[in-house]
């Protein structure tokens, strides 16, 4: 390491080479430092902004991490990846109108990055249209065929809408049965949803046996309350009633 930064002394390049590969070892706070030191030699590095921003974000600071994401932006606003990441971040401050735009904007700069569908296909859940939410999702599905979680959302959606229009058992259990094949049949998120989409075609007894099984298989760290709720839904299909959950009412399994 030591003959390493005698080289880059005076290379901005080498710097940032020596923060990626310090970051890569969990050294963080050292790659922070070889991030500052390259952009202190050339102050209009973009690469070296936006790796210094990623290294603020895996330390929690976010609010310096957007800045040097809106930096590399404006030295090079072709880095549709500092859209996405100013984006997650404003959707998890609940900005949701600010994170559109920023998730749109990758789609501009390039079209078939699956994850921007997947957030698009999140916020408009968030404000309650569905609809607009299964086309992010069929556009993501489209893309990657094999993205399983798309399937899953998607599968949820038709199980457990609460507008007749949009419900529809059978293609729940269509995408359910993808995305559990996809997950390798050990997701509890998947079961889950499959569990919900047979209820909602009134296949309770098999619904009954999907959601024990993602009982026997969430962990403990999601938290009893959520454990709760499975319990109830569990009860339910054993009632032989569906789960009926709006978009926000559900949101904690997408």
């Known amino acids: 390491a030591t003959r390493a930064l005698e ?3 005076d290379n901005s390049m080498m710097h940032c080479n020596l923060g990626r590969a310090l970051e890569a070892q969990d050294r963080v706070d050292e790659a922070i430092s070889q991030y500052l030191a390259s952009i202190k030699i050339t102050p209009d590095f973009h690469i070296a902004h936006y790796n210094l921003a990623g290294a603020y974000t895996a330390k929690g600071a976010d609010e310096k991490a957007m800045a040097h994401y809106k930096k590399a932006l404006w030295l090079n606003p072709s880095l549709f990846k500092a859209h996405y990441n100013i984006g997650a971040y404003l959707a998890s401050q609940n900005r ?15 079209p078939v990055f699956m994850p921007a569908y997947i957030q698009l296909g999140t916020l408009s859940l968030l404000q309650n249209d569905e609809r607009q939410a299964l086309l992010y999702y069929k556009k993501a599905i489209q893309l990657q065929p094999d993205q399983w979680d798309a399937c899953r959302r998607t599968a949820w959606i038709f199980a457990v809408s609460e507008t007749d229009e949009i419900r529809d058992g059978a293609r729940a259990i269509k995408f359910a049965l993808r995305a559990n094949e996809l997950s390798g049949g050990t997701s509890w998120l998947a079961l889950e949803t499959l569990a919900a ?29 959520l454990i709760a ?3 109830e839904r569990l009860e339910l299909y054993r009632e032989g009633k569906p789960f009926r959950g709006s978009p926000r009412r559900t949101l904690e399994y997408l």
Do not use: N, W
Request: glycine letters at 2%.
């Open 197 to 225: 989409a047979y209820a909602a075609h009134k296949e309770y007894r098999q619904a009954a046996q999907m959601q024990k099984r993602a009982l026997e298989l969430v962990p403990v760290a999601a938290g009893e309350a």
């Open 229 to 231: 709720r499975m319990k």
């Open 96 to 110: 949701l109108d600010e994170s559109r735009k920023r998730f749109l904007q990758v789609l501009r700069i390039r």
């Open 7 to 9: 080289c880059t002394e």
